[in-house]
């Protein structure tokens, strides 16, 4: 007998909308991707609904959606995602809810990762955690004694927006850390550069040994270290957990370094322990977890 669907997990990305459903012991069973559609705020929501429909059935007990963007989860608002198509304030719960007739959920996408991450048997032990996922930007999660932490609105753990150097042009952890900053970055460590270097650059010129390129990832890991000092003094985790584009490329091989410098900075010149984000970790099933926590 086949298994019947009865949730939903939607994770949206800048470039691409995934859906997988799951049953009522939440094992995965169906799973497809569609390019996200950036022509407007309404092609934007049409995919999300055309891509819902499709899957969707009378057993469905309830949706988990996932995005890039500052969410009130009180009031199931996507606030501000600057990579969607979206409207600020767009009331993507409600909308949901109306449309299908079923509980929703709605969530930041690094917290819908830290609870699937949770849930697996390497992070399951750890009560204080911290996540950081360095791409295009940066987003981060916290747990705080087991629990995901949220604060008034749900827009705790917006690590990225942190003043890392408030002397710089570039100042906050995303504007020192991400894929997006990385031509400013290059700027800022050679004015004199004619050229433009972008984050899909760096592989290349690190292979050729570049020094604008060594000095553009030594940038990177000094910020990195530096924002994770500041999250480690302010949480005091017993892990955090790293991943993204830009970390796994340009800095997961610096792992040292970065501890070296936490370690530096702390006040028991010790550092939590860095471990690598899982490659398989689903957000989809991060917010179907979050949808039943309720």
């Known amino acids: 007998m086949p298994k019947q669907i009865k949730y939903i997990g939607v994770d949206v990305g800048g470039t691409k909308i995934l859906l997988q459903t799951f049953d009522d012991k939440l094992n995965q069973i169906e799973e497809t991707k569609i390019k996200t559609n950036t022509k407007s705020h309404a092609h934007f929501m049409k995919s999300i609904y055309d891509l819902i429909d499709f899957f969707f059935k009378k057993s469905v007990k309830g949706i988990g959606i996932a995005v890039p963007g500052i969410v009130d989860i009180n009031k199931g608002v996507l606030v501000h995602a600057p990579h969607l198509p979206s409207k600020r304030n767009t009331p993507i719960g409600q909308l949901l809810k109306k449309r299908y007739g079923v509980k929703v959920h709605v969530d930041n996408d690094i917290n819908a990762f830290l609870a699937a991450e949770h849930a697996r048997p390497h992070l399951k032990k750890f009560k204080n955690i911290v996540a950081v996922m360095v791409g295009t930007g940066v987003g981060g999660a916290v747990f705080v004694n087991d629990n995901l932490m949220y604060g008034k609105n749900g827009f705790a753990g ?137």
């Open 158 to 294: 917006e690590v990225g927006h942190m003043i890392i150097d408030k002397c710089s042009p570039l100042k906050t952890f995303e504007e020192n850390t991400s894929g997006h900053y990385v031509p400013k970055i290059a700027k800022l460590i050679n004015p004199n550069l004619k050229s433009k270097i972008t984050a899909p650059m760096l592989e290349e010129m690190l292979k050729a040994k570049s020094m604008s390129a060594k000095k553009i990832q030594n940038h990177l890991v000094n910020s990195l270290a530096t924002g994770l000092s500041n999250l480690n003094l302010v949480f005091n985790p017993e892990v955090i957990v790293l991943g993204g584009s830009i970390y796994h490329k340009y800095l997961s091989s610096k792992k040292k370094e970065i501890e070296r410098i936490i370690k530096k900075n702390s006040l028991d010149k010790t550092s939590p322990k860095l471990i690598d984000a899982k490659s398989t970790t689903s957000v989809c099933k991060g917010t179907v977890l979050l949808l039943n926590a309720e």
